[in-house]
């Protein structure tokens, strides 16, 4: 590994990715990945845990166009590309409508472009600075249940944060599988959605 992905020594990563994977979503997505991913990708095609003190769900790219799919994304943050989690009910992707596709952290419930903070201008960048920040975009709720049963899960609030729940309250907090996440996540932006909407 070159020093350059010394970011992602504690991270437990995969398989590279291959290059007819990569080309692939490119093919899905109708756009080119960024140069510094595609070569991460090419390093590990994704992983799970820790890089510096920050906890990290990054995803395999083949799961990239499914999950947003699943997550309806582009209902609501279009020409955001999701590209993994922090495993606490924050997103981290690409915000596409930029030719640089800085990376961004939003909320998956309550979606919305007006929510997304921005975290760095590359995904190189991303990974530096999640190393180099302490617990910057760290899974706080993972503190307060058991880490070994929470791998390969999300820690989803019971009752959003957006709609009054508690973001430190461990027992607003229950760990869900990519599935069930998904699912809960879509359950609760059409709920939001319609509350603004009525407005």
């Known amino acids: 590994m070159t020093d350059k992905y010394r970011f992602i020594e504690n991270l437990n ?30 390093v590990t095609d994704g992983g799970e845990g820790f890089i510096g ?17 699943n997550y309806e994304v582009e209902d609501y943050a279009p020409a955001l590309l999701v590209f993994g989690s922090n495993g606490g009910g924050e997103a981290l992707g690409f915000d596409t409508r930029n030719p640089q596709w800085p990376v961004v952290q939003i909320p998956f419930v309550g979606m919305d472009w007006g929510m997304a903070q921005p975290i760095a201008a590359s995904f190189t960048g991303f990974l530096e600075r999640l190393f180099t920040i302490d617990g910057m975009c760290e899974a706080l709720p993972l503190r307060n249940l058991d880490l070994l049963n929470c791998r390969g899960k999300e820690i ?15 027992t607003n907090k229950v760990p869900l599988d990519r599935e069930e996440h998904a699912q809960a996540v879509v359950y609760w932006n059409r709920v939001i959605k319609e509350l603004r909407e009525n407005r």
């Open 53 to 69: 003190r920050t906890y990290c769900i990054l995803w395999s790219v083949a799961e990239l166009a499914s999950m947003n799919q």
């Open 13 to 42: 990563r995969r398989s590279p990715a291959t290059d007819e994977a990569i080309a692939a979503i490119e093919r899905t997505i109708g756009k080119h990945l960024p140069l510094d991913y595609v070569e991460f990708l090419k």
């Open 156 to 170: 989803f609030e019971i009752t959003p944060v957006i709609l009054g729940g508690s973001p430190t309250d461990p």
